[in-house]
Structures are given as structure tokens and as C-alpha cells.
């Protein structure tokens, strides 16, 4: 549709910025940061900026000169998210009539007068067909092109930041225009694959981000804050369009991200610019490492607080990977939480998926410890084969029995977690092998298994209350 004169007028107005930048959250959101050139007059300015997201926070905008060397005031802020469309423009005629441009094969084009019944305009809503009565008859779609006629200039044809200024000098500066919106958001991925060796890891990482604001930002300068922002709770519902209210890193290979220490967070910089489109997803690799050792740990862990006395009951035998985030282990870079997927090579070499699960933050130097799933050849079984309370004396025994079996081709060890779980203090009288205390209630046997092997444990618990 070929846009009336006062349009483009209205555009011509309006300042664009340049070099835009984000900074984007976990949350769901980002801090947008452009660059917008204004020639200011002694007195008061009237300046536009077409360049907002159709999710700004109105309330968060920041206009400040860059240099500090203007000095200003800001009368005056709007917002303006109502920008000029086919739908909307329709939405003011109805009731009325207005001509459409018929095209027809092989026929000149000829106007059609109708009345516009329903535009389907709805603002913040879903799509609704218009209605067109043509000749008396309704119909549920356009029957061609509309011809609008001027309506003056008080429309917008982007979400529009307005500022009425007070300079106190003429000149031209470079302000910065700086905002929350939200529409964008960020996670990490991981890709673990084990090689040859089964205690070595290849890790890979993604950083993947999505922008849903309604602004596409060519050649972005993109930064990723990792961590946990609080944010005041709104006391209404958001909705979309909201408006007023050093390892790592391959051998001789370049970073494509780096990553500081800020605040109580951490940021990631993108190293080169990214052109992020609306509704786009797009992802970029920021870790990768080769021969991460990765211990495999298999965990059994007893179920005696619900267990009846003599009851038998077979539990699955948890799989693990561990590894160090150091450079001594080709990491040691402060990790982003997300998903973390585990991949192992089988006979022919092909990469099958064993698992996937999730970290949190994690600091340089801090162990991360991966569930993948259960051991298809390790069984544990767990049964408390006595127990007696002697409430004259505020006492409690058990005696319990674990059995390990592997039935895997090489040799494992299985850690058997067990809780004291009646409260009180507590000491083990009897026990068939030393044990580790790992807290107030936990206490751990280290259990070394040969391929085919099946062990028992035994222990008896003595609680006083």
C-alpha cells in the first residue's frame, strides 16, 4: 500500500539510533542501549525516537548526553505503541464507506465502494476476518485494496519515544537511550560427549537467545548477565506490547565470548556484533574444551524410613558424571546454568544420547556433579531386618542389610547413601565395613564390586532421643 504524504512526513520527524546494544537476562528481559544523535536549539526541543521495542518499559527509559557536556531538562516523556496499520486504519472507518482497489486476471483494475461492517482490528488481540457489505451483501474478507484518504499527522508508524526538552545551549550531541524490555531472554546449553576413554568429556557450549520484542537490532553489540537479578513483582499482569506504566576455549582458537566477573554476577560478551531479528532464534558457541576428566559415580541410596520390618525392596542404582570447573581440567570458566545433554561414542564410533539434566551457576574452581539417569546392571537392594523402640529408655535399634550386585563386564564402585531418619542423636554399634559421615543424617559406604560380583553391607543404628 503506498503510504499517504503525511506519513512520510511524520517519519522524516523522527530520529533513528545507531550502533544499538543489549544487555539480556535470564529473566526474560534486557537492558536496550542506543545511540541517538540530536541537534539541540536553546529552549525547548521537541525529539522523537522510532527505534523502541514494542515491549519497553516506559517507566525504565534513560536520556542522558553520553559526553555530560549538555545540559538539559526533560519536560516531558511518552510512549506511543500504536503504529499505523491496514487493520488499524480500517478500525477508524468503521460504519463508513471507503473505495477498495479491485485486481482482477486479466482485467484492468477497477474500484469497489463498501462499508466496512467490522475491521477485525484488536488491539493486543488475535485476528478477527473483517467484515465488507458490498452491494447490500456481506463478506467475510477484503474485496481489494483500500484507499485511505489523509488523516492528519497524529499517528506513528513504529512504537515512538517523545521527549519535550529544556537546553540551556544550542549544539549537537550523541545521547544514549537506554530502557528495560522485555520480549528477551537467554539460556546455556551444554553438549558432553565421552570419548575413547570413558573418564574424558569433549564439552561444548551454546549460548542460545531469542527475541520476541517486536524490534529487530542489526549488528548488536550483545552482552548475557548470568545470575540471579531480583526485580520488583508488578501489581498487574504483564501482557505482550505492555505499554506506559579463561579457559575453554581451544588451542589457538579466537573467544567468540568472554566472560568477566560483575557485580555479584557475571557477564558475557559477545565478540563480535549480531544482527538478532524479531522472533528469532539464534545461538552462539561460547566454551568448548577437549579431555575433561569426568568420573563416573553410581549412587544407591537406601529407603529404611518407609520401609516395613523384613520388607525386601529393590532400588535403581543412580548414574553420575562428575568433573572439576578448572583450568586444570580445560574449563575453569564461570559457567551459566541450562541444560547439560551426555552423549557416548558405541562400537561403530556414532554418537548415541545417554542423558541429559541441568546445572546451576557455577563458579571457577566449583565441582559439578550431573545425574544421567539409572544403571541398567547395577542393582541395590535394601532391607531393614530389625527394629525395636524402647520408650521407658527413649531409645530406637535397627539393624539393616544392602546388597550390591554388578553385573557389568569391568569393575565399578557403588557409594550406598543412608539416612538416619528417626531424629535424636545416632551411632553405628555394628557395622561389616567403615563408613564416611557426610552430614547430621548421612553416612556412606564406598562399595568396590568386580564384574559379577554381589556384596553385602550390614549395619545396626542406635538412636537416643
Do not use: C
Not at 19 to 35: C, F, K, M, Q, S
Not at 263 to 277: Q, S, W
Amino acid at each position: 500500500m503506498k503510504l499517504p504524504a503525511f506519513l512520510l512526513l511524520a517519519a522524516a520527524s523522527v530520529s533513528f539510533a545507531a550502533d544499538p546494544a543489549l544487555t539480556i537476562y535470564n529473566g526474560g528481559y534486557a537492558v536496550v542501549r542506543e545511540t541517538l544523535p540530536i541537534d539541540l536549539k536553546s529552549g525547548v526541543n521537541q525529539v522523537s525516537f522510532a527505534g523502541a521495542t514494542a515491549q519497553v518499559e516506559a517507566d525504565s527509559v534513560i536520556l542522558r548526553d553520553i559526553a555530560g557536556k549538555a545540559e538539559f531538562q526533560i519536560l516531558e516523556q511518552s510512549y506511543r505503541n500504536d503504529p499505523v496499520s491496514q487493520a488499524m486504519l480500517l478500525s477508524l472507518f468503521e460504519g463508513k464507506t471507503l473505495e477498495f482497489n479491485r485486481r482482477e486476471t486479466n482485467k484492468p483494475d477497477r474500484v469497489v465502494v463498501g462499508k466496512v461492517v467490522r475491521s477485525g482490528y484488536v488491539p493486543g488481540g488475535n485476528y478477527v476476518e473483517p467484515i465488507i457489505e458490498v452491494d447490500g451483501k456481506l463478506q467475510f474478507s477484503l474485496p481489494g485494496e483500500p484507499i485511505f484518504p489523509s488523516l492528519g499527522t497524529d499517528n506513528v508508524l513504529k512504537p515512538t519515544l517523545n521527549w519535550k526538552l529544556n537546553s540551556a545551549s544550542s549544539g549537537k550531541i550523541d545521547a544514549e537511550v537506554a530502557y528495560l524490555s522485555n520480549g528477551f531472554s537467554w539460556e546455556a546449553s551444554y553438549n558432553l560427549v565421552a570419548t575413547d576413554k570413558s573418564d574424558l568429556l569433549d564439552v561444548v557450549g551454546w549460548v542460545t537467545m531469542k527475541n520476541r520484542s517486536g524490534m529487530t537490532f542489526a549488528d548488536a553489540r550483545v552482552k548475557l548477565l548470568a545470575g540471579d537479578v531480583n526485580r520488583a513483582q508488578p501489581e498487574y499482569p504483564i501482557g505482550y506490547g505492555r505499554g506506559m506504566g579463561s579457559g575453554g576455549v581451544a588451542k589457538g582458537a579466537a573467544r567468540v565470548v568472554t566472560e568477566k566477573s560483575f557485580d555479584e554476577f557475571h557477564l558475557y560478551a559477545l565478540g563480535n556484533p549480531v544482527t538478532l531479528r524479531d522472533k528469532e532464534t539464534k545461538q552462539v558457541e561460547f566454551v568448548r574444551a577437549t579431555g575433561v576428566k569426568a568420573e563416573h559415580i553410581y549412587v544407591f541410596e537406601g529407603t529404611q524410613q518407609y520401609e516395613r520390618r523384613g520388607a525386601s525392596t529393590l532400588g535403581k542404582v543412580q548414574v553420575y558424571r562428575e568433573f572439576k570447573n578448572s583450568e586444570a581440567n580445560k574449563l575453569g570458566m564461570a559457567l551459566p546454568k541450562g541444560k547439560v545433554r551426555f552423549y557416548t561414542q558405541d562400537g561403530d564410533r556414532q554418537l548415541e544420547f545417554v542423558g541429559e539434566n541441568r546445572i546451576d551457576h557455577t563458579p571457577k574452581d566449583e565441582v559439578i556433579r550431573v545425574l544421567t539417569g539409572n544403571s541398567f546392571d547395577l542393582v541395590g537392594e535394601h532391607r531393614v531386618k530389625s527394629s525395636k523402640e524402647d520408650g521407658a529408655n527413649r531409645t530406637a535399634i535397627q539393624t539393616v542389610e544392602i546388597k550390591v550386585r554388578n553385573r557389568k563386564k569391568e569393575p565399578v564402585e557403588i557409594r550406598v547413601i543412608e539416612h538416619a531418619n528417626l531424629g535424636g542423636n545416632w551411632t553405628l554399634t555394628t557395622q561389616s565395613q567403615p563408613h564416611e559421615k557426610k552430614d547430621a543424617t548421612t553416612f556412606e559406604f564406598r562399595v568396590p564390586l568386580q564384574p559379577d560380583e554381589e556384596k553385602v553391607i550390614t549395619y545396626t543404628i542406635r538412636y537416643n532421643f
